[in-house]
């Protein structure tokens, strides 16, 4: 292998053609000639493109959890890196939101302009860096339901990540879509893709739930519809094997650790392939209620990395850029032990080499120098773009609010339908058939309730519960780690409330239930992902609550636009939520990247110009909220916080990221 690194430096200076020139760029190096051929391993141990050998160092973006704005500043930031591609998934919940609804950038929806995939292709090309696309239809990726639809739900019994013909009729159309977005940008059509993913860490399913027949129809329907690049499957190779892998093509291997013994197992499975870790893990995600985790250690990444490099094998920074899981759109983690159950914080910083916001890490150094001390291929990468200012925008007061009962009124009529009992949120008939995806769902019924009377729920509660009696919150405030062993959380099974003191007469008994975010990793079980309450009755002192009203708050961008009826907070005394408030407040100039200092407040989610840029929670890790400057504008700005409990004064802007107490790491 020492000799076709000397063959790459070599080739590489031929292709300068005066001394003292730039080098050609990765395109003009790769495509000299004409395109006869791909990304192939007929070389042993050697990747080669276009017939010129070639190793990978590719960093992990996904595009939906960037604004388009910044799609070129962070490519190229990774470019700058030394790096020649760029990795991305595909969210199929995003791109088909609703059943047979399918958008690509022009949608109309919440995350429309994030999703123009054919757009950010293009600026990777431009950017002179090549694409790995890993389109699913299942991705982990920390992201809800590991980005699958919701909706695929609604049909009972369904077995996703199988051959069940219902769940592979629903990606056969969703990949027919896909594809024929994507098929034009594949290499050896002009474009920049080189290789595409067969399905997401398959291995990881359980050997007992794993179908052969299921990958092949992924990789039938590839090729159906036209790809023709390299394909591959990744697991770890240590506790994976080949389980999860299709034969005859190329598995990678995840890990953050023991590469050595990875890349062992690798070529023991296929020794005359090239080695890639299509996932060394530089960092690590949080959970709310946790600590912040920052993954490798800059000292460990600097070790693995180099034996990664010793093997003279390709690799892909996961995350190279993490960004931020918008919206309602973070996964979470099941587990055998108390909680049982974790959600994912909305930043999804990594601790990567760029950071939430852009930013060069240490970790970015380190990479920077070993890949291009590795890489003997000389092409003309781009000095680092300078950061991007920061700013802390002055302190402005919440200036109106609006209460529960007013956000419940100006829920759209035909969002609001009559149930028999309680019934999961998936399940409403609203939406033309796919039932609601994200949010809250408030259970509603006019009852008389006796002093102290008990509310009993049936089963558990998915994931976390407010009880409000005429609009006023009965539960308390989630203070400390203890609060999760008692009523209004997964944790507990067939669980009941005290209701203290209802006013007398006919009361309105709300459950509100909030999906804090379906799993995205793990065995069969783990995706039966229903939330809200469905598993049996809800009672109010032995009376089974029936004819119950369901309510969905989705909180969708237009509509959160659209709210009317706003009251001055001077005057209102001490604000209880669950409810509303707003602050505006003006920009002059161009905008700047900000973050929210969300520490004075209790639970929620947090609206800026009508976009939900991602929940908060007192308990953290997370402290701060990202705002990328394109969501700002000249002039009059407004942000809308829905709050659960206790709302702060006011809106506290920072310069200064705090992604909370970190982890004690090795």
């Known amino acids: 292998m020492v000799s076709i690194r000397v063959f790459l430096f070599i080739s590489a200076l031929l292709t300068i053609n005066v001394m003292g020139q730039d080098p050609p760029t990765l395109y003009q190096y790769y495509t000299e000639g004409g395109i006869?051929?791909?990304?192939?391993?007929?070389?042993?141990?050697?990747?080669?493109?276009?017939?010129?050998?070639?190793?990978?160092?590719?960093?992990?973006?996904?595009?939906?959890?960037?604004?388009?704005?910044?799609?070129r500043d962070r490519l190229r930031r990774m470019r700058s890196a030394g790096l020649n591609a760029i990795e991305t998934y595909v969210p199929w919940n995003l791109h088909e939101p609703e059943i047979g609804t399918f958008d690509f950038g022009d949608g109309g929806n919440d995350f429309s302009p994030l999703l123009n995939i054919t757009q950010f292709l293009k600026i990777a090309q431009e950017e002179d860096l090549f694409v790995i696309l890993r389109p699913g239809p299942y991705i982990c990726t920390e992201w809800d339901f590991g980005g699958l639809p919701s909706w695929l739900l609604r049909y009972p019994g369904i077995k996703v990540r199988t051959s069940d013909p219902i769940f592979t009729g629903h990606v056969k159309q969703f990949f027919d879509q896909l594809l024929a977005q994507v098929v034009d940008y594949q290499f050896t059509r002009g474009g920049s893709i080189i290789a595409v993913q067969i399905e997401n860490e398959y291995g990881s399913f359980g050997a007992a739930n794993i179908q052969t027949s299921y990958l092949e129809f992924i990789r039938d329907t590839y090729v159906e519809d036209g790809i023709s690049e390299l394909l591959f499957t990744c697991d770890s190779a240590v506790s994976s094997g080949t389980t999860g892998a299709l034969p005859g093509y190329l598995m990678m291997a995840n890990f953050n650790n023991n590469p050595a013994e990875q890349f062992d197992k690798l070529l023991e499975l296929q020794p005359d392939k090239p080695l890639m870790s299509m996932e060394f893990w530089v960092g690590w995600f949080d959970h709310w209620w946790s600590t912040h985790d920052t993954g490798l250690t800059t000292d460990r990444l600097t070790t693995n990395l180099g034996i990664i490099f010793s093997y003279n094998a390709s690799v892909n920074f996961y995350m190279f850029h993490g960004g931020t899981t918008f919206g309602f759109l973070n996964g979470a983690n099941s587990k055998g032990s108390f909680p049982f159950y974790e959600a994912d914080t909305s930043s999804y910083d990594y601790d990567a080499p760029l950071s939430e916001a852009g930013d060069y890490t240490t970790k970015f150094d380190i990479i920077k120098d070993m890949v291009a001390q590795d890489n003997q291929v000389s092409t003309l990468i781009p000095n680092p773009p300078l950061i991007n200012a920061k700013i802390a925008y002055p302190t402005v007061a919440i200036t109106e609010f609006l209460s529960f009962e007013q956000i419940i009124q100006q829920i759209p009529a035909d969002l609001i339908t009559q149930i028999d009992t309680v019934t999961n949120m998936e399940a409403l008939e609203i939406n033309r058939g796919s039932g609601q995806s994200y949010g809250l769902i408030v259970y509603r019924k006019q009852i008389d309730i006796p002093p102290n009377a008990e509310l009993q729920i049936t089963g558990r509660i998915r994931d976390v519960a407010m009880v409000l009696v005429d609009g006023v919150q009965k539960t308390k405030r989630p203070e400390g780690a203890l609060l999760l062993e008692t009523f209004g959380y997964w944790t507990q099974e067939n669980p009941n409330f005290t209701i203290i003191d209802p006013p007398a007469g006919t009361n309105t008994l709300d459950i509100v239930v909030e999906n804090w975010a379906r799993v995205n990793f793990g065995s069969p079980s783990d995706f039966e992902q229903k939330k809200g309450l469905f598993e049996g009755p809800v009672s109010v002192d032995g009376q089974v609550l029936s004819n119950l009203t369901a309510i969905p708050l989705e909180f969708k961008s237009k509509w959160v636009k659209s709210l009317t009826g706003w009251q001055p907070v001077e005057g209102a005394g001490q604000l209880q939520g669950p409810l509303m408030v707003r602050a505006k407040f003006q920009i002059q100039g161009t905008p700047t990247d900000t973050f929210l200092d969300m520490s004075a407040w209790s639970k929620g989610c947090i609206f800026v110009n009508g976009f939900n840029i991602g929940r908060f929670f007192l308990q953290g890790p997370q402290v701060t909220s990202y705002i990328p400057a394109p969501l700002l504008k000249e002039g009059e700005n407004e942000i809308i916080v829905f709050e659960h409990y206790i709302p702060g004064t006011q809106i506290v802007f920072t310069a200064v990221p705090n992604l909370g107490r970190k982890k004690i790491t090795n």
């Open 36 to 71: 006869s051929s791909g990304l192939e391993t007929l070389t042993t141990r050697q990747f080669t493109l276009n017939g010129k050998p070639i190793t990978l160092y590719s960093g992990s973006i996904h595009y939906y959890r960037v604004v388009p704005e910044y799609w």
